[in-house]
Every structure is written in C-alpha cells, then in structure tokens.
C-alpha cells in the first residue's frame, strides 16, 4: 500500500458530527493501551498522526483519518479502563456502539489484543458483540516484540482457542514497534475496502 496522503479528519462523539463523505471505513477496537493509535500510525507511516500515550485513556473521542484521500481508518477510545471519569465511562458505551451499529460505510472492524495477555472479559464481549452483529471482524494481536518466538506461537495458540478463531486469515500478529504484520494487516484492508469506482486510488 503507497500511502500518499494521510489527514487528520475530525473528531466525533455523535452521529451527526461524522464525516460525511461516503469514503469505505476500517475501524480499531481494543482495550485502552493495546495499540490501537500506534497501529494506525504503523499502518499509515507517521509518527503521532495519531496520538499515542504510555498511559492508557488517551483516546476519548471517534478520531477519523483520511487516507489517498479514498478510505477512513478510524481510531476508536479504548474499553476497560477504570481511571476514567463515571461521566467518561457512562458515554463510552453508547459513543462506540453506535457507530459500530449504524456506520453504514464501516466494513471492517480490527479488533486489538494484547499478544502477551489472554483476552480479557470485555475483550470477549465486544469480540462476541461484533460477530452477533455481523460485522466483519479481523483480531490483530499487538506487542509482539515483548515475547520470544516461542512464546508468539504460544500465546497466539491461546488467543485463536480463547476467542474460537479457526480460520488462518482470522487473526494476524503485529507489532508496531517493529512492523511485524502490518504488510498482511493492509492486505486485509484492502480485500475488504477495494471495491469500486474508488478502487484505483488506494493501489
Ligand atoms: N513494545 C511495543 N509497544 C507498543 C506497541 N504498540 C503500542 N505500544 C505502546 O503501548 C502504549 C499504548 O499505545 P497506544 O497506541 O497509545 O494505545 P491505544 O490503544 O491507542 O490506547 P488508548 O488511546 O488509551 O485507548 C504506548 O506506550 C505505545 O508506545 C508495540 O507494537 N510494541
Ligand atoms: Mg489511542
């Protein structure tokens, strides 16, 4: 993937602030600190595009990206963070389910996991919440570059079982750190997002 342009687009915490141009979208979900930004940035090859924190809760808003000028990734607040606000908690929810729900342009949802973690209960349930909803879904483990290669396989083994990923192409590791995957991650992207009259811009 040649990335010739990648903008900042806006900031959303409501439907209606949401771009409106039809572009395809590819989401990010995953606790608060999995990396997520640093994925996006990986992906798209600029630094602090979007911006990354050792602390977790550093995204709080819908952030939209604007790639070849022809398809959104969009960095998603992390989940299960407890330092937050009740107000902070209380919006999140509704914030991310609704444009998991109603996003019609959305056509693909990453959802991170910590490589070194076994997936944690929300893990779970948002993993269970996209598959009742149909979305399509591809799990991206991230921080490969904390483990050896031993225990990459292992703890991949653990996560495939954990969240009954059968199918090879289900899940792909990463590390952001390192670039490990991120060559497979936009093949996947693009397997989803390609698709018409826009389809020349993204090669
Ligand atoms: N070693 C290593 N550290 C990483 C990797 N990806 C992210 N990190 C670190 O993990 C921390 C959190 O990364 P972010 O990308 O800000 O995480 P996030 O998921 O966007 O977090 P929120 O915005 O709080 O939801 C930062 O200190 C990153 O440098 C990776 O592949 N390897
Ligand atoms: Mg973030």
Known sequence: MIIRSAEFVTSAVRAEQYPTTGFPEVAFVGRSNVGKSSLLNKLVNRRQL??????????????????NESLHLVDLPGYGYARVSKQQQATWGPMVETYLQRRSQLRLVVQLIDLRHEPSREDKQ????????????????TKADKLSRTERD???????????????????????????GIEDVWNVIESYTVPGPESALLK
């Open 50 to 67: 979007a911006r990354t924190s050792g602390h977790p809760g550093k995204t709080q808003l819908i952030n939209f990206f604007s790639i």
């Open 126 to 141: 948002m993993n269970e919440w996209l598959r009742h909803f149909g979305v399509p879904l591809l799990v991206v483990t």
């Open 154 to 180: 292992k703890q991949e083994r653990m996560i495939r079982r954990e969240l009954q990923l059968s199918a090879p192409e289900a899940l792909i590791v990463t590390s952001a750190g390192k670039g490990t």
